[in-house]
Protein backbone atom coordinates (compact mmCIF):
# COMPACT_ATOMS: atom_id res chain seq x y z
CA UNK A 1 0.00 0.00 0.00
CA UNK A 2 2.65 2.45 1.17
CA UNK A 3 4.45 1.37 -2.13
CA UNK A 4 1.70 2.39 -4.61
CA UNK A 5 1.32 5.66 -3.04
CA UNK A 6 4.93 6.75 -3.89
CA UNK A 7 4.65 5.50 -7.41
CA UNK A 8 4.82 8.07 -9.88
CA UNK A 9 6.21 8.87 -12.81
CA UNK A 10 5.00 12.54 -13.40
CA UNK A 11 7.82 14.80 -14.89
CA UNK A 12 10.16 16.71 -12.99
CA UNK A 13 8.25 19.50 -13.53
CA UNK A 14 6.10 18.71 -11.35
CA UNK A 15 8.03 19.98 -8.59
CA UNK A 16 6.85 23.56 -8.97
CA UNK A 17 2.92 22.63 -8.49
CA UNK A 18 4.20 20.45 -5.22
CA UNK A 19 6.03 23.52 -3.99
CA UNK A 20 3.33 26.12 -4.99
CA UNK A 21 0.67 24.00 -3.33
CA UNK A 22 2.99 22.75 -0.05
CA UNK A 23 4.62 26.41 0.45
CA UNK A 24 1.02 27.95 0.80
CA UNK A 25 0.14 25.63 3.22
CA UNK A 26 3.23 25.21 5.15
CA UNK A 27 2.64 29.08 5.83
CA UNK A 28 -1.12 28.84 6.48
CA UNK A 29 -0.49 26.47 9.13
CA UNK A 30 2.31 28.71 10.62
CA UNK A 31 0.29 31.66 10.66
CA UNK A 32 -2.52 29.54 12.89
CA UNK A 33 -0.32 29.92 15.65
CA UNK A 34 1.75 32.94 15.43
CA UNK A 35 -1.88 35.12 15.06
CA UNK A 36 -3.99 32.58 17.22
CA UNK A 37 -7.11 35.62 17.17
CA UNK A 38 -6.70 36.12 13.73
CA UNK A 39 -5.95 32.82 11.92
CA UNK A 40 -6.10 29.93 14.73
CA UNK A 41 -8.50 29.35 17.13
CA UNK A 42 -10.02 32.58 17.58
CA UNK A 43 -11.11 32.33 13.52
CA UNK A 44 -12.57 28.92 14.05
CA UNK A 45 -14.39 29.94 16.92
CA UNK A 46 -15.87 33.23 15.01
CA UNK A 47 -16.76 30.77 11.87
CA UNK A 48 -18.40 28.20 14.15
CA UNK A 49 -16.00 25.22 14.01
CA UNK A 50 -16.61 23.06 17.09
CA UNK A 51 -13.86 23.06 19.71
CA UNK A 52 -11.95 25.71 18.25
CA UNK A 53 -8.79 25.64 21.06
CA UNK A 54 -8.31 22.52 19.47
CA UNK A 55 -8.96 22.39 16.09
CA UNK A 56 -7.15 25.63 15.62
CA UNK A 57 -3.60 23.79 16.40
CA UNK A 58 -4.75 20.53 15.00
CA UNK A 59 -5.43 21.83 11.34
CA UNK A 60 -2.23 24.35 12.22
CA UNK A 61 -0.06 21.28 12.75
CA UNK A 62 -1.64 19.21 9.82
CA UNK A 63 -0.61 21.92 6.99
CA UNK A 64 2.67 22.45 8.46
CA UNK A 65 3.74 18.52 8.63
CA UNK A 66 1.40 17.95 4.99
CA UNK A 67 2.81 21.25 3.48
CA UNK A 68 6.54 20.42 4.51
CA UNK A 69 5.29 16.75 2.92
CA UNK A 70 4.43 18.44 -0.29
CA UNK A 71 7.90 20.78 -0.23
CA UNK A 72 10.15 17.64 -0.01
CA UNK A 73 7.87 15.21 -2.22
CA UNK A 74 7.45 12.46 0.77
CA UNK A 75 4.60 10.86 1.07
CA UNK A 76 2.93 13.21 -1.32
CA UNK A 77 -0.36 11.82 -2.19
CA UNK A 78 -1.32 10.79 1.68
CA UNK A 79 -0.57 14.97 2.42
CA UNK A 80 -3.08 15.71 -0.73
CA UNK A 81 -5.40 13.46 0.72
CA UNK A 82 -5.11 15.25 4.31
CA UNK A 83 -5.38 18.90 2.45
CA UNK A 84 -7.83 17.87 0.51
CA UNK A 85 -9.96 17.20 3.68
CA UNK A 86 -8.52 20.60 5.22
CA UNK A 87 -9.29 22.85 2.38
CA UNK A 88 -12.56 20.82 1.80
CA UNK A 89 -14.05 21.85 5.40
CA UNK A 90 -12.59 25.82 4.88
CA UNK A 91 -14.26 25.65 1.55
CA UNK A 92 -17.62 24.27 3.11
CA UNK A 93 -17.40 26.96 6.45
CA UNK A 94 -16.21 29.83 4.94
CA UNK A 95 -16.69 30.21 1.25
CA UNK A 96 -20.23 28.35 0.80
CA UNK A 97 -21.72 31.34 3.22
CA UNK A 98 -20.43 34.13 1.29
CA UNK A 99 -22.48 32.42 -1.44
CA UNK A 100 -25.30 31.72 0.32
CA UNK A 101 -25.48 35.17 1.48
CA UNK A 102 -23.99 37.61 -1.27
CA UNK A 103 -24.04 35.49 -4.15
CA UNK A 104 -21.40 33.48 -6.80
CA UNK A 105 -19.35 36.84 -7.63
CA UNK A 106 -18.37 37.88 -4.12
CA UNK A 107 -17.97 34.04 -3.57
CA UNK A 108 -15.77 33.33 -6.12
CA UNK A 109 -13.28 36.20 -5.45
CA UNK A 110 -12.79 35.14 -1.75
CA UNK A 111 -12.42 31.47 -3.01
CA UNK A 112 -9.31 32.17 -5.42
CA UNK A 113 -6.81 30.68 -3.70
CA UNK A 114 -8.97 27.41 -1.99
CA UNK A 115 -10.08 26.52 -5.55
CA UNK A 116 -6.54 26.79 -6.67
CA UNK A 117 -5.24 24.27 -4.05
CA UNK A 118 -8.16 22.01 -4.54
CA UNK A 119 -7.17 21.92 -7.78
CA UNK A 120 -3.45 21.54 -7.35
CA UNK A 121 -3.87 18.84 -4.79
CA UNK A 122 -6.51 16.96 -6.86
CA UNK A 123 -3.37 16.92 -9.46
CA UNK A 124 -0.57 16.03 -7.21
CA UNK A 125 -3.00 13.11 -5.93
CA UNK A 126 -3.25 11.71 -9.66
CA UNK A 127 0.01 11.83 -10.74
CA UNK A 128 2.49 11.47 -7.19
CA UNK A 129 5.48 13.75 -6.59
CA UNK A 130 7.22 13.75 -9.95
CA UNK A 131 10.83 11.94 -10.19
CA UNK A 132 12.25 15.41 -8.31
CA UNK A 133 10.92 14.09 -4.95
CA UNK A 134 11.64 11.72 -1.84
CA UNK A 135 9.06 9.45 -3.63
CA UNK A 136 10.62 8.83 -6.57
CA UNK A 137 13.62 8.18 -4.85
CA UNK A 138 12.34 6.13 -2.35
CA UNK A 139 11.05 4.21 -5.14
CA UNK A 140 14.59 4.12 -7.10
CA UNK A 141 13.42 6.14 -10.17
CA UNK A 142 15.82 7.71 -11.73
CA UNK A 143 15.70 11.98 -11.83
CA UNK A 144 15.13 12.91 -15.34
CA UNK A 145 16.06 16.75 -16.67
CA UNK A 146 13.29 16.77 -18.68
CA UNK A 147 9.91 18.14 -17.80
Given at each position: MLSSLQQTSAPAATWIVRWLVGL??????????LFVAAWGAGRF????????QFFGPFVGCVEIVCGFLLLIGLFTRFASIALLIDISVAILSTKVPILMKQGWWPAEAEARTDYSMFMGLLFLLIVGAGVWSLDARARGIRKRSSA
Open positions: VFLLEGIKKFARIGIPHP
